[in-house]
């Protein structure tokens, strides 16, 4: 399941951030994941709730918060992307709907930490 190898790799990067900083407990985390991902929130919070049972992160808040594409031309014309284009990869351009330019995708971010809360 794509959401369990995501929630490993954010689970990794919390447990390197607690390892540094010397936290003994996860309060909070908010994640921000890229629309056009396929990754279902609910099941990618199911995971990493999962992955956290008996750490030091198993009573975490988890937010997540899906965030629109959005596309930007030469012009400085920056629409959403929403979608109108489901099967759209990190390479594709497609021409700015207000004049037509060339656009480059915002960067294709799978799933990033947003906030993170421990002590
Ligand atoms: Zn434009």
């Known amino acids: 399941m794509h959401e369990y ?3 490993w790799q ?7 951030e607690c390892e540094f900083h010397g936290f003994k407990k996860v309060k909070k985390l908010n994640l921000r994941v890229g629309e056009m ?11 990493l709730q999962s992955i ?5 992160a198993e009573k975490m808040k988890i937010t997540i918060k899906v965030v629109p594409l959005r596309i930007k031309c030469g012009e400085g014309h920056e629409v959403p992307l929403g979608k ?8 594709t351009s497609i021409p700015c709907p207000i004049c037509g330019k ?17 002590e």
Do not use: W, Y
């Not at 991902?37 to 995971?47: G, H, I, R, S």
């Not at 956290?52 to 030091?56: A, K, L, R």
């Not at 109108?84 to 390479?91: A, G, I, R, V």
């Not at 480059?104 to 993170?116: D, G, R, T």
């Open 84 to 91: 109108m284009q489901p099967s759209l990869t990190s390479n």
């Open 102 to 118: 060339p656009t480059k995708m915002s960067p294709l971010q799978e799933c990033v930490i947003e906030e993170m809360d421990a």
């Open 37 to 47: 991902t396929m990754l279902d929130p609910e099941q990618l919070k199911f995971a």
């Open 5 to 7: 190898s995501i929630a």
């Open 52 to 56: 956290s049972q008996g750490t030091i």
């Open 10 to 16: 954010i689970m990794k990067k919390v447990f390197e």
